[in-house]
């Protein structure tokens, strides 16, 4: 992949604030420079890949959780949907310094954090239905 055409998919990928409108001229820019169908695709799964890993400051999960934090076991959430230690999700939710940096969770993470509790909350209604009958 030339490293002009790199270089602009790493920037719209880097940037989750971006407006539709400079995100569209910015993909129109760089696939312009796609010269094959293949470069196309490849750049197509570069920058899907590049959002996918992007990490999302924006997004408290600790502010959404709230008081339910205390409700759920977050250990286990963190071996069991992500094979991670607890340190690891506690990072996250509580955007420690990591290399310099605030931890944060990806895309990809975030959806795999919301399918775990949308499981939960289904094995959750399920005992609380069984109970009452």
Do not use: C
């Not at 600790?62 to 076991?73: Q, S, T």
């Amino acid at each position: 992949m030339k490293p002009e055409f790199k270089n602009l998919l790493d920037s719209i990928a880097s940037q989750p604030d971006l407006a539709p409108n400079v995100t569209d001229s910015l993909m129109s820019k760089a696939f312009a420079l796609a010269e094959t169908p293949e470069e196309k695709r490849e750049a197509g799964k570069y920058l899907t890949e590049s959002i996918s890993r992007r990490k999302r400051p924006d997004i408290s999960v600790k502010e959404h959780l709230g008081d339910m934090a205390d409700a759920l076991n977050l250990s286990y959430i963190a071996k069991h949907y992500f094979n991670k230690d607890r340190t690891w999700l506690y990072q996250r939710l509580n955007k420690s310094t990591v290399n310099g940096k605030p931890a944060s969770f990806t895309n990809a993470e975030l959806h795999t954090l919301s399918q775990s509790l949308e499981e939960l909350s289904q094995q959750l209604h399920l005992i609380s239905t069984q109970l009452t009958r």
